[in-house]
């Protein structure tokens, strides 16, 4: 259609035909009257069912409308959709075909495994699955049966263990409540974490902060010279045993460290037994022994002393009367001085053994006591034409009484003296040295020996080989009681004609001895 400024129209009809290409048919122009009112609007369409394009022509002012019926120009649209239809439609198809495998072999085991997976999590390990495939898949369901199976048994096993754990913690328990000894474990800040009945004084010495049982780091130090019971508490010492005073019991404990935790600290078990009753049974037996050894000594103390006594009586009377020159006198008075000097040898050796005091603990340089004794003994030694050599060697230090140390000495070098006097003298060796924790001290003398028969009885009081008024058999047993006092003892090692060696050990830190069992 084109119309003009006035409104007039020419219409040409182009009617379109045919199988093949679209061509012009006919052609119809018609020349119409002017119109009441043009559509102006660009896509206006006339009549219904076209499509209106409308477009002014600038050189002439005249409007061009083309009209196109709405069906035959979306002819072509709709024949597109139905393709894209169809080509939708055998997509799905495809993809339902494609997915069908995944599904069937793919989805839903794993959706089997995820759901006995959740089971097992919530405790059931029963649940298994079931794989009807070959591939990976069904090998992943076979390896989760078999998982299941492992930890499905592992866990009866621990459930078997935990209550055997149970069974056996209940009767530790009852093991534990009803010792006799008291029981106390400490934890790295020294405060109990388990105990039971019979550790009750324990306990209060724990809850009364007592220095005892305080937790240290270090004890026991070379040199030191703390006593036993003060290192109970030590976190990183040594199993040890000591005897320490509770009030007015008597304890015997035995502390043992446990291992170090992740932090490195670590506590203590203490075993605490009462021997309260035991060193008071002790000390009355100690005390009977004790009167009974004197009853001994006072039938031996009567013959020791009768002959002495007899002979300063008899001289002091020759001498009283003056029946004798001034050479006699003399004679006489030296019989007089050495019986009096043998009536306090054994009265003090007798006084030694039967005192029983206990030694006062100090630093006690093992050399120089040996010496000190070495010395006093040499005058002896030289009348007899005996040599006393201390060999060179170490120089230890232990903690003991210096003066129950030096008699030690004094004993053994006095007794091997007086066992080569009357063999036309002799040599005596003192040997030094120190093993695990002690100072150990032989004494060797070469001189006769002693008799087989006599061996197995020098440390009992009142037995002697030396000859009458020699001596009172006190002065070995002495020696080993004090030497015991202070962690050590002595002992006979060899004895034969030409060799003869008593030894000596003193531990280098002894402990203070129990009260009532010094004896």
Known sequence: TLADRD?????????????????????????????????????????????????????????????????????????????????????????????????RFLVRPLAELGEAARRVQRGDLSVRVHPDAED?????????????????????GLETAAAELREQRDRLDAVIANLRDGLVVLGADGTPVLSNAA????????????????????????????SCAECLGSRRGAARTCVIDAGDRVLEVHSTPLPAGPDGRSGRVLLARDITERVSAEARQIHQERLSVLGEAAAVMAHELNNPLAAIRLY?????QGAASGADVREHLDVIVRNTQSCERAIRELLDYAHGSAPEFAEVDVRAVVEDAARFVRPLAERSRVSVALLPGPEPVVSGDEIQVRQVFVNLVMNAVQAMS?????????????????????????????????????????????????????????????????????????????????????????????????A
Do not use: Y
């Open 7 to 103: 409104g007039r129209r020419v219409v040409a009809w182009i009617r379109r035909g045919g199988s093949g290409p679209t061509v012009a048919e006919q052609v119809e122009v018609t020349a119409e009257a002017p119109a009441p009112a043009a559509p102006a609007a660009r896509g206006s369409s006339e009549p219904p069912g076209t499509i209106d394009v409308v477009a002014p022509l600038a050189s002439n002012g005249w409007t061009a409308t083309v009209s196109v019926s709405s069906p035959e120009s979306l002819g072509a649209v709709r024949s597109l959709q139905g393709r894209f239809l169809l080509v939708g439609v055998c997509l799905a198809a495809a993809i339902g075909v494609l997915l069908l495998f995944p599904m």
């Open 199 to 226: 550790a009750a004084p324990l306990l209060e010495m724990v809850a009364a902060r007592d220095p005892r049982l305080a937790p240290r780091e270090d004890c026991a130090k070379a040199g030191s010279h703390e």
């Open 136 to 156: 990976e898949i069904g090998d992943l369901g076979r390896s989760f049966n078999l998982m299941t199976e492992a930890v499905e048994e592992r866990t009866r």
């Open 422 to 518: 009357g063999s036309g003298g002799g040599r005596i060796e003192v040997a030094i040295s120190e093993d695990a924790g002690h100072a150990v001290v032989d004494v060797c003398d070469d001189g006769p020996g002693i008799p087989e028969a006599a061996r197995g009885r020098v440390f009992e009081p009142f037995f002697t080989t030396k000859s009458r008024g020699q001596g009172t058999g006190l002065g070995l047993p002495t020696a080993r009681r004090i030497a015991e006092l202070h962690g050590g003892g002595v002992e006979l090692v060899e004895s034969r004609p030409g060799r003869t060696v008593f030894r000596v050990r003193i531990r280098r830190n002894a402990a203070a001895p129990v009260p009532g069992a010094a």
């Open 316 to 320: 002091a009377q020759m001498a009283g």
